[in-house]
């Protein structure tokens, strides 16, 4: 008896401590999991900020803000504001419609228009300025057409910068766009319509009004995008010394002879890119 009486104690004490050791090791799979979980995290934001921190680390090293504003800086700054103010307009005034089509119509194509506009997002942006330059240039589908009839000249000018800018940041506006009238009720519409407003009229002192944080939001992200747009801006209205620069082409022109410029260019950027991202968040808060 005494020593079954022992023999079951002893299976007890190792079942209670294969026990306490499942639990032991439980919390150090867990603790374990959420510290490389957390890790994880602080690697991606290290990684996504460290460029910015630097940036901000080698003005501060050289103390760049005690330097004479850069002429060449502040000419591309008013270039690239002239610029992407233009595509803007050109934006909102081909994508609003659009957008509202893709949104509440269905047509033929659809679609196939679709996948267009959200071409531009995963495009390259070479390939993006090639297609525009063999699209409009002046040996291409329409440039020879252009120049013959109108006297008209796209490739190389302050319109072809325009165009480039329009084209990759015209899926930002329409894909927000497109959401915002989605999320219109069309009892409210028909109320409307009911009430003996025309469809146009219905459309701007309704519709508008109602998606009007989507329609701004969009905006502000495409306007954003444009202001950082090089690759097609490159390849469609080329790089020429003399000529008036966006501030990514003046990025690239001057950082071999003068980053400091570069820098506080890549700078001024990054804090209009933050702004606009900041209000754009904002205005898609929910109330």
């Not at 504003?69 to 690239?80: G, H, K, M, N």
């Not at 950082?255 to 968040?281: G, M, P, Y």
Request: aromatic share 10%; with cysteine.
């Amino acid at each position: 008896m005494g020593s079954s009486c022992l023999a079951t104690n002893h299976l007890s004490l190792d079942k209670k401590l294969a026990r306490s050791l499942r639990r032991s090791l439980s919390k150090l799979l867990y603790l374990g999991g959420w510290g490389g979980f957390v890790a994880v995290v602080i690697s991606a934001v290290a990684f996504l900020s460290l460029p910015i921190l630097a940036l901000i680390w080698r003005t501060g090293r050289d103390r760049a803000w005690q330097l004479p504003p850069d002429e060449r800086v502040l000419r591309a700054i008013e270039f690239s504001l002239k610029t992407t103010g233009i595509s803007l307009v050109c934006i909102l005034v081909l994508g609003t419609p659009l957008a509202y089509a893709l949104a509440r119509w269905r047509f033929p194509g659809k679609r196939l228009a679709t996948v267009l506009v959200d071409l531009p997002i995963v495009l390259p942006p070479a390939a993006a300025g090639l297609g525009l330059l063999v699209a409009f240039g002046r040996r291409g589908l329409l440039g020879p057409s252009l120049d013959d009839w109108f006297g008209i000249r796209l490739a190389f000018t302050q319109t072809a910068v325009v165009m480039a800018q329009t084209f990759v940041a015209f899926p930002f506006y329409v894909r927000s766009a497109q959401i915002g009238f989605r999320a219109v009720d069309s009892e409210v519409e028909n109320a409307a319509l009911v009430d003996g407003a025309s469809r146009l009229e219905c459309f701007i002192y309704v519709t508008l009004p109602i998606s009007r944080r989507a329609l701004v939001s969009g905006a502000l992200v495409s306007w954003a995008r444009a202001l950082g747009e090089f690759g097609a801006t490159i390849f469609f209205a080329g790089n020429l010394l003399g000529r008036p620069q966006t501030m990514p082409l003046l990025i690239y022109s001057i950082f071999e002879s003068d980053v400091e410029a570069a820098i506080w260019t890549a700078l001024i950027l990054i804090a209009a890119a933050a702004c606009v991202i900041f209000l754009a968040r904002l205005l898609t808060r929910t109330e």
